[in-house]
């Protein structure tokens, strides 16, 4: 009878942890990617339609998670007995729709960690992305000033912690503040040789040397902080 009630519960936590791993699975850019080739897999892209069109991952479906409606909608031809693999750019709204697929009764449901600025610093490939002529790191660092500091600002038009990080910007400009600004989602090598991993990255270079980095929306105080 012991061994009958250890075998149970056994069977009831094993039951509990597969259950809780397959509702909350978070897969590295490689595993992730290795795993997308199976069959039977839907792949869900939660960014906008602008970051999509910038380069996707083969034949993922979109549906943009800051468009309640849209998300909604679209998520509705997704089959709930399929698993469902999802990503976005860094991975804090994939995170969050995956959530809210969980909560609708999808049954597996795996995250990209890092989103797709992880799966660009592994050189996995994407589809659609624009043919843009890419910056040599080694010329990017040649442009900076050597006898200055300055604050580089590395972010896309998309992006909208960089939408809201724009009139300060602007402000520390009209102090006298030496920006360079560089499009990471057009840039994305030169984005990836400078380990922005998160839109907007802020790198405050002195002699033309990196000296403090902060990454995601920021007060003036903290930038401010950093040129110091």
Same mark, same amino acid.
């Given at each position: 009878?012991?061994?009958?009630?250890?075998?149970?519960? @056994?069977?009831?936590?094993?039951?509990?942890?597969? %259950?809780?791993?397959?509702?909350?699975? !978070?897969?590295?850019?490689?595993?992730?990617?290795?795993?997308?080739?199976?069959?039977?897999?839907?792949?869900?892209?939660?960014?906008?339609?602008?970051? %999509?069109?910038?380069?996707?991952?083969?034949?993922? #479906?979109? &549906?943009?998670?800051?468009?309640?409606?849209?998300?909604?909608?679209?998520?509705?031809?997704?089959?709930?007995?399929?698993? +469902? %693999?999802?990503?976005?750019? &860094?991975?804090?709204?994939?995170?969050?729709?995956?959530?809210?697929?969980?909560?609708?009764?999808?049954?597996? +449901?795996?995250?990209?960690?890092?989103?797709?600025?992880?799966?660009?610093?592994?050189?996995?490939?994407?589809?659609?992305?624009?043919?843009?002529?890419?910056?040599?790191? @080694?010329?990017f660092l040649n442009s900076i000033p050597k006898d200055?500091?300055?604050?580089?600002?590395?972010? &896309?038009?998309?992006?909208?912690?960089?939408?809201?990080?724009?009139?300060?910007?602007?402000?520390?400009?009209?102090?006298?503040?030496?920006?360079?600004?560089?499009?990471?989602?057009?840039?994305?090598?030169?984005?990836?040789?400078?380990? &922005?991993?998160?839109?907007?990255? #802020?790198?405050? %270079?002195?002699?033309?040397?990196?000296?403090?980095?902060?990454?995601?929306?920021?007060?003036?105080?903290?930038?401010? !902080?950093?040129?110091?």
């Open positions: 009878m012991k061994n009958f009630t250890k075998a149970i519960i @056994s069977t009831f936590f094993l039951t509990i942890n597969f %259950y809780l791993f397959s509702q909350n699975q !978070e897969l590295s850019p490689s595993n992730f990617n290795d795993s997308i080739q199976n069959r039977g897999i839907q792949l869900l892209d939660v960014r906008t339609s602008n970051e %999509y069109n910038q380069g996707h991952i083969k034949d993922a #479906f979109q &549906a943009d998670w800051n468009s309640s409606d849209q998300f909604k909608e679209r998520v509705l031809s997704l089959d709930k007995n399929k698993p +469902v %693999y999802v990503y976005c750019l &860094a991975g804090s709204r994939s995170s969050a729709a995956q959530k809210w697929l969980i909560k609708e009764g999808f049954k597996t +449901v795996v995250n990209l960690k890092g989103g797709i600025n992880a799966w660009n610093l592994e050189d996995l490939p994407l589809e659609g992305k624009k043919d843009v002529e890419q910056i040599k790191l @080694s010329d200055k500091t300055i604050l580089i600002d590395i972010g &896309a038009e998309w992006c909208p912690p960089c939408k809201k990080m724009k009139p300060i910007i602007e402000e520390l400009e009209q102090e006298g503040i030496v920006i360079l600004k560089i499009d990471g989602g057009a840039q994305t090598q030169l984005a990836k040789d400078l380990k &922005a991993e998160t839109f907007p990255t #802020f790198i405050v %270079y002195r002699n033309g040397i990196e000296s403090k980095r902060v990454s995601g929306a920021c007060s003036k105080t903290k930038l401010k !902080e950093l040129l110091d």
